[in-house]
């Protein structure tokens, strides 16, 4: 280049003077645009405050922040603090502050010494442990590793974590702090400490002589409908409700437990959710069938079959596998139509289903009656709906907590008149049947592939259908 003339670039005193001068203009400009569009945006924030205007969550206007681009909206998230952007010692900071809480060191596992296991699954662990300070009994939970997290951030442990800080209800476990053990790099080393409840439903109910009184399952299911009200309330989804995830201590409380499948959802839902959600005994059609776009309806679903699995003291809907859980499902409460269940077609897997056609007289409705003769009229309604197949049809959590069936004789038992059981928690690990697990995330969700329904309800035209009952006739 050497040769060719003047570089493009200032390098003797005219050029930089002209350059000096070139960049005072630029910056009057910027500092005149940033004013107009601060006055612009002062305007626009007394126009929307109208005149009772009260204080709002908006973009700093401090003068200190004049050569920053105007914004062009609303800024949501918290500026940074007035000291770090300004060399100017005189200037105030306005802005608002946001409660961000903040980052403490976490204690130790050491801080508890463990008593027993209560339960070493597949994934989990769960133990009995006690603060070596203040000789509190707790339960201490190793957050799992997440296989799609390996090398990132463990999501569903972090929301575990998250949402269970955020909860405060005397149906939902509480959680006391998190701990870590030495090797705090593993996410097998973080701990959650959690109260300490006796007893999980499905322990109890595998191992009860005689089945729970009409009085105590009124009880259970209020305790339930109120603890999912609350987490719907705050727009948490659990997604994951079945008995070994309700705990119930010795004073008759039940506590919502694992949230490890729980997450926030807005309204409207997010369209695309994970379909692979929910135990599957416990799992609503609409998520066999592949919907992403669900809701509260899901954790509904959940409590119907909680409902009947305290009645009979067994899980109501065992499938083997996801095509023969919406077989039973479809047993238990009738095929869909368009009467009962308009959308049904539209769910990604239901293209693929053959279903038997309409025949006159062909019985293919809710068989929910027949399988619980000794339930009053009120409390078949309670189960039907929150087992309707359509999920707009079910009730909200709320709406079944004012239910009928609460109301009637048998009336609720009070919670402090609960039978006490003996804990096996309190002395070793609580031993059930094989159930299946929960799904993992990232799992793949199985295909239904073309499955073929058509044969599902002969033989039910042989039923012999009377005031309330279905007799079968041999
Ligand atoms: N706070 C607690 N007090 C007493 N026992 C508890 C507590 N939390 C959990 N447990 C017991 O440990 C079991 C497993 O806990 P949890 O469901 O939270 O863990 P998990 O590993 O996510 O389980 P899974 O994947 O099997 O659903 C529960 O079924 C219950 O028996
Ligand atoms: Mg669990």
């Not at 945006?41 to 405050?49: G, L, Q, V």
């Not at 899901?298 to 409590?303: A, Y």
């Not at 009053?376 to 959590?397: E, F, I, K, M, Q």
Request: charged share 30%; glycine share 8%; net charge positive.
């Amino acid at each position: 280049m050497a040769g060719k003339g003047k570089s493009r670039w200032a390098d003797d005193e005219d050029d930089l003077a002209a350059e000096a001068q070139r960049k005072r203009e630029k910056e009057e400009k910027k500092r005149l645009k940033a004013e107009k569009a601060r006055k612009q945006e002062e305007e626009n924030a007394a126009r929307e405050a109208g005149p009772s205007s009260a204080p709002r969550e908006g973009p700093a206007r401090d003068d200190e922040y004049e050569d920053r681009p105007p914004a062009k909206r609303r800024r949501l998230s918290p500026e940074r603090t007035a000291p770090e952007v300004s060399s100017n010692p005189n200037a105030s900071s306005k802005l608002l502050r946001f409660e961000g809480g903040t980052f403490g060191r976490s204690r130790s596992v050491e801080n508890y010494n463990k008593l027993n296991d209560i339960e070493e699954g597949a994934y989990g662990w769960v133990a009995r442990a006690q603060d070596r300070d203040t000789g509190k009994i707790v339960a201490l939970k190793r957050l799992k590793i997440d296989p799609k997290d390996r090398s990132g951030l463990p999501v569903t442990g972090l929301r575990e974590i998250q949402i269970l800080k955020d909860c405060d209800h005397k149906n939902v476990v509480k959680l006391r702090e998190v701990v870590v053990g030495d090797d705090t790099t593993t996410i097998e080393n973080i701990f959650l400490v959690l109260e300490f409840v006796e007893h999980d439903l499905k322990s109890i109910l595998e191992d009860m002589p005689e089945p729970f009184l009409a009085s105590e399952i009124k009880t259970l299911l209020l305790q339930l409908a109120s603890g999912v009200a609350y987490l719907h309330d705050n727009w948490i989804l659990h997604r994951d409700l079945k008995t070994s995830n309700l705990l119930l201590n010795n004073r008759g409380q039940l506590k919502i437990a694992d949230f490890g499948m729980a997450r926030y959802v807005g309204d409207p839902p997010p369209p695309k959710l994970t379909q692979l959600v929910v135990t599957l005994w416990y799992r609503a059609p609409e998520l066999l069938l592949g919907a992403t776009r669900y809701g509260r309806a899901i954790d509904m679903w959940s409590v119907g079959c909680i409902f009947g699995e305290l009645l009979t003291r067994e899980p109501l809907l065992q499938g083997k596998n996801e095509v023969d859980e919406l077989t039973r499902i479809f047993e238990l409460c009738g095929l869909p139509t368009d009467e009962t269940w308009p959308s049904f077609r539209r769910l990604p897997n239901a293209r693929a289903l053959r279903l038997p056609p309409k025949q006159p007289g062909h019985v293919a409705g809710s068989s929910i009656r027949a399988r619980f003769p000794l339930l009053t009229s009120a409390g078949v309604s309670l189960l039907n709906s929150l087992l309707a197949l359509d999920p707009d049809r079910r009730p909200s959590a709320r709406e079944m907590l004012e239910h009928e069936y609460f109301r009637q004789d048998p009336k609720p038992k009070q919670e402090a008149m609960f039978p006490t059981f003996p804990s096996k928690a309190g002395q070793e690990r609580r031993r059930r049947k094989q159930t299946p697990l929960a799904p993992v995330r990232g799992q793949q969700a199985a295909e239904l592939g073309s499955v073929d329904f058509s044969g599902l309800f002969s033989g039910r035209e042989r039923e012999e259908r009377g005031g309330g009952f279905s007799l079968r006739m041999v």
